[in-house]
């Protein structure tokens, strides 16, 4: 059965810095200050695309002694890619079937 996309979480993506920070917690667990270093934001936009992203589930938190640390939630990005898979499927069935509606 096909899902729908999560649209919510597409607008929470479609940020550039936000991709950026997800793109970043990809590869690594980091702070905030390591965040900023990355990506150039100054901390305040930062904490508030992170906040966005914990919010929508994206990041979780971890912190440790006076830093707070952040990791990427995979499932949530595999259950996104997974709904946009089974819209491709089902587009190369459709190709593959050729099924059109006729014009009224």
């Known amino acids: 059965m096909l899902t729908s996309v999560d649209t919510e ?11 950026k920070i997800v793109t970043l917690l990809a590869r690594e667990i980091l702070c905030t200050t390591h965040l900023v270093e990355e990506t150039g934001a100054k901390q305040t936009n930062l904490s508030n695309h992170l906040k966005v992203l914990r919010e929508a589930g994206v ?6 002694g006076r830093f ?3 990791r990427l939630r995979p499932d949530v990005i595999a259950s996104l890619a997974g ?3 089974e819209l491709a499927e089902t587009a190369q069935v459709t190709a593959a079937t050729d099924t059109k509606r006729t014009c009224p």
Not at 59 to 64: D, I, L, N, S, W
Request: hydrophobic share 45%; charged share 25%; aromatic share 14%.
């Open 83 to 85: 709904r946009f898979a």
């Open 59 to 64: 990041v979780e938190t971890e912190p440790c």
């Open 68 to 70: 707070t640390y952040y």
């Open 9 to 19: 979480l597409m607008r929470v993506l479609a940020d550039p810095l936000r991709l």
